[in-house]
């Protein structure tokens, strides 16, 4: 079981910018590395996904805004988040998956093992 751990989540005000990191224990190459997020009272929800060769995904609600990085040497991967608004306030969690994300998408069941998460919060 690989441990993840997140950090970087905040309180700020709408437009503004955080970035949130996830530890990882060990990455294997072929795995997906991802971001979900749940918002109050809404089910959760794929962010942002990232391959072990740097390929990335989005959901289309943060396209242009959202940016997931990864530094391989540090198992750590990241979302770098811009021009948040209200409606990105959630709990977000950092999760990966034994096969690709062409294979995994953003589908949550097929992600083994989760983050705590970390709070976001955004007022307007």
């Known amino acids: 079981q690989v441990q993840l751990v997140e950090s970087g989540g905040d309180s700020v005000q709408s437009g503004g910018s955080l970035r949130l990191s996830c530890a990882a224990s060990e990455v294997t190459y072929s795995a997906c590395m991802a971001w979900f997020r749940r918002a109050p009272e809404k089910e959760l929800e794929g962010v942002a996904t990232?391959?072990?060769?740097?390929?990335?995904r989005y959901a289309e609600s943060v396209k242009g805004r959202f940016t997931i990085s990864q530094n391989n040497a540090v198992n750590t991967w990241y979302l770098q988040m811009n021009s948040l608004k209200p409606e990105d306030t959630g709990m977000y969690f950092c999760?990966?998956?034994?096969?690709?994300?062409?294979?995994?998408?953003?589908?949550?069941?097929?992600?083994?093992?989760w983050g705590q998460g970390t709070q976001v919060t955004v007022s307007s």
């Open positions: 990232i391959d072990g060769d740097g390929s990335t």
């Open positions: 999760a990966i998956a034994d096969l690709p994300c062409s294979i995994v998408t953003m589908s949550n069941y097929k992600y083994r093992d």
